[in-house]
């Protein structure tokens, strides 16, 4: 199985930061990575496929980059609504693997 | 509008069998592969399998398979997963999520609101 590792665990910052957030994949996985946003009793919320792709209706201040086996997410400009757990997600490779989560918490 | 509404909180003991589901609205329910993912308390999300609605065929993650069994009732538009031989460490919140586009690819673009299993003798 492929394994799929987060970066930090968990980052504290303030509104109107710039949060970066890794993922590495054990092998190549091409561009085949999706990011979620999770906030607390709630589902996931698709954010980023493929890597790079906006998921409709998704603010433009998150991006996502990289192939192969090193992506990052970016929130440009952290807003309030932004605190939540954010994981990565290997995707069309069974069996599907989520990273372990990296918390962005009120600094 | 795509709605997935999933039935509600479960406790069973260690041992029994418990059936989530996962009534689909607002869209072509054979339309979409409809996945489970499940989060263990404080934990994060584990993927579990997928049924395609239109041909009832279903793939799982090996952990799961033997204890896992996906079905559907395409006349109601609603997925059932399954666990049975329940043992503490399945204690979790079980989601149902809907393939983004039309092919299986594992992105979710919609998901249940969840269902908390608890399983404690």
Not at chain 1, 35 to 57: D, E, M, N, V
Not at chain 2, 100 to 105: G, K, Y
């Amino acid at each position: 199985d492929i394994q799929m590792t987060q970066s930090p665990s968990s980052v504290s910052a303030s509104v109107g930061d710039r949060v970066t957030i890794t993922c590495r994949a054990s092998q190549g996985i091409s561009s085949w990575l999706a990011w979620y946003q999770q906030k607390p009793g709630k589902a996931p919320k698709l954010l980023i496929y493929a890597a790079s792709s906006l998921q409709s209706g998704v603010p433009s201040r998150f991006s996502g980059s990289g192939s192969g086996t090193d992506f990052t997410l970016t929130i440009s400009s952290l807003q309030p609504e932004d605190f939540a757990t954010y994981y990565c997600q290997l995707a069309n490779s069974f069996p599907l693997t989520f990273g372990g989560g990296t918390k962005v918490e009120i600094k | 509008q795509v709605q997935l509404v999933q039935s509600g909180a479960e406790v069973k003991k260690p041992g029994a069998s418990v059936k989530v589901s996962c009534k689909a609205s607002g869209y072509t329910f054979t339309g979409y592969y409809i996945h489970w993912v499940r989060q263990a308390p404080g934990q994060g999300l584990e993927w579990m399998g997928w049924i395609n609605p239109n041909s009832g065929d279903t793939n799982y993650a090996q952990k799961f398979q033997g204890r896992v069994t996906m079905t559907r009732d395409t006349s109601i538009s609603t997925a059932y997963m399954e666990v049975s031989r329940l043992r503490s460490d399945d204690t979790a919140v079980y989601f149902c999520a809907r393939e983004r586009v039309a092919t299986i690819t594992g992105l979710f673009d919609y998901w249940g609101q969840g269902t908390l299993v608890t399983v404690s003798s």
